[in-house]
């Protein structure tokens, strides 16, 4: 049997996703989650030729995630097929540029960025090293959501603070979504015949966490997340940008402490905060479809932020050749891409609404008029994209 797959590992705090990926065909022969690790409901569930399974795993922690399976894929005849292992990190910091094959060296460099991620690049750690003795010998790698962004000037990475605390302490934009931003962006290059290497493409991932992004030549040029993921959109529970003198008002006015502000803006604010209804932007949508009022402006509040920093972006690539929605809403929600396009009718925008209807559940396709600029939806593929580097930088 050839080892023509990529086993794909995305590491949290108490999950762990899983795919097998043939990174030439795109097939996934198998994909699954482990949940609630660290508990004593642990559980394994997974997908294979349509039909769902799962396992309890009792008390079972990253390792006995991994350790399951590797039984799993034993079970499935996979684990011959399996060339090399990809694992999705969150944050590299200034550090890594691109993904990297994993070495004692790599290890310490992701360590070092725990500060930037504590809640993801640790977990990240776990799986790595569970991997790293459940299946022994197989290379692995690390592709950094934030390596993407690595090319951003020093005028769209500072903020205006002493720079010292760059300079001590790495405070500066890092921007998130990296690896979505490279798949798509690629792909709309192709699809639409541009030349990647001298195009400009604005990119807007909008999911449950979303930012936009503007890929300038190929290249990250700037993006909405900064020190983490908090800023930038307004998100399913993230606030995101607001005049950081709110943690002043919040601790002096409401009593609340560094904590629990912290909690407020990145689980309770967004789309959850302002509806006061829900975080799903479906459900805002249905809400505001029967009348809810503050559902509609929710959903304007939404648009609005990102149709100005699209805006932005514009101005600072000089030119649009394609704006590329993705992500759960910007693939499925031809609302918020309706009312988007409306908002940047200044550069020419002209939705065509049939098509608009159209596309959803992963189809890609232009949405807008002949003559129009191009507004396109692109299906992501975090995952391919996590395969296809691992087996670069293997074979
Ligand atoms: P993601 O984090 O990329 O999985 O995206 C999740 C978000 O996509 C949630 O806010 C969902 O409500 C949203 N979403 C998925 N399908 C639709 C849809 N048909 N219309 C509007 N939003 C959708």
């Known amino acids: ?55 309890q795993l009792g008390q079972a922690a990253h390792d006995a995630a991994i350790e399951a399976l590797v039984g799993l894929l034993r079970d499935q005849n996979l684990m011959d097929r399996i060339e090399a292992i990809g694992h999705r990190v969150v944050h590299g910091g200034e550090k890594f540029t691109a993904s990297t094959l994993i070495t004692d060296e790599v290890l310490k460099g992701i360590e070092d960025c725990c500060h930037l991620a504590p809640l993801h690049n640790p977990a990240h750690l776990k799986g790595i090293r569970a991997a790293m003795k459940f299946f022994p010998g197989l290379p692995q790698s690390a592709v950094f959501d934030t390596a993407f962004h690595q090319t951003m000037p020093a005028e769209s990475y500072l903020y205006a603070v002493p720079h010292s605390l760059y300079r001590e302490h790495g405070l500066r934009r890092y921007g998130m979504h990296g690896t979505s931003y490279r ?65 002043s008002f919040l601790n002096k006015q409401c009593g609340y402490s560094l904590d629990e502000i912290t909690e407020i803006l990145n689980k309770k604010s967004g789309m959850l905060g302002l509806s006061e209804l829900d975080n799903d932007c479906r459900a805002i949508e249905e809400a505001a479809a029967k009348g809810n009022e503050r559902a509609q402006l929710t959903l304007d509040v939404f648009c609005n932020v990102l149709a100005k920093k699209l805006a932005g972006f514009a101005a600072e690539m000089g ?7 993705t992500g ?21 925008f002209e939705m065509d609404e049939a098509v608009n209807q159209e596309m959803f559940r992963g189809k890609n396709g232009v949405i807008t008029k002949e003559g129009s600029p191009v507004a396109i939806v692109v299906a992501t593929n975090e995952e391919l994209m996590i395969a296809r580097d691992t087996h670069g930088l293997v074979s």
């Not at 966490?209 to 190929?218: D, E, L, Q, Y």
Request: proline letters at 2%.
């Open 1 to 55: 049997m050839s080892k023509d797959s990529i086993l794909v590992i995305n590491c949290g705090s108490s999950s762990l996703k899983f795919s097998v990926i043939n990174p030439k065909t795109e097939e996934e022969s198998i994909n699954g989650l482990a949940e609630r690790l660290g508990s004593s409901e642990a559980s394994i569930t997974w997908k294979v030729n349509g039909e769902k399974n799962t396992q």
């Open 183 to 247: 798949f798509v962006s690629k792909a709309a290059a192709d699809m639409l015949g541009l030349d990647y290497e001298n195009s400009a493409i604005l990119v807007a991932h909008l999911g449950n966490g979303a930012s936009a992004c503007a890929v300038k030549n190929g290249k990250s040029v700037d993006t909405t997340m900064g020190l983490t993921p908090l800023e930038g959109l307004v998100m399913g529970t993230r606030s995101g940008d607001i005049d950081p003198n709110v943690f």
């Open 319 to 325: 030119r649009i050749d394609a704006l590329v929605f």
């Open 328 to 348: 759960g809403i910007g693939e499925n929600s031809s609302t918020i891409r309706k009312n988007v396009l409306n908002r940047l009718s200044i550069f020419g």
